[in-house]
């Protein structure tokens, strides 16, 4: 059994900065591409993030790249999602994954954590 547990979701003004950390637990993910998607109400899941586990090499599509920054912690199993100058529509749930795709669709991801929430304020 996997389990992922994202944290560090809140409310933040625009302009503000947050940390999400996502723990990995079960087994061992040195063979998997780490990613984080999001979903904002009525809208589909996105992706947003990805690093490879053993390589630290990163990918991001355009709308958050330059403000977004993924990185891992392989001692801990823990992925870390910065993210700076937050806009409001960046406000929905963010959720960490595994992936067998360094650029991921939903459909190649393995497991999903909870979610947790980001809310950003104009």
């Known amino acids: 059994q996997v389990q992922l547990v994202e944290s560090g979701g809140g409310l933040v003004q625009a302009g503000g900065s947050l940390r999400l950390s996502c723990a990995a637990s079960?087994?061992?993910?040195?063979?998997?591409?780490m990613a984080w998607f999001r979903q904002a109400p009525g809208k589909e899941r996105e992706f947003v993030a990805s690093?490879?586990?053993?390589?630290?090499?990163?990918y991001y599509p355009d709308v958050v790249k330059g403000r977004f920054t993924i990185s891992r912690d392989n001692g801990k199993n823990t992925v870390y999602l910065q993210m700076n100058s937050l806009k409001p529509e960046d406000t929905a749930v963010y959720y960490c994954a595994t992936s067998t795709k360094f650029i991921p669709r939903v459909e190649h991801v393995g497991y999903w954590g909870q979610g947790t929430q980001v809310t950003v304020s104009s």
């Open positions: 690093i490879a586990w053993s390589g630290g090499v990163t």
């Open positions: 079960g087994r061992t993910f040195s063979n998997y591409f």
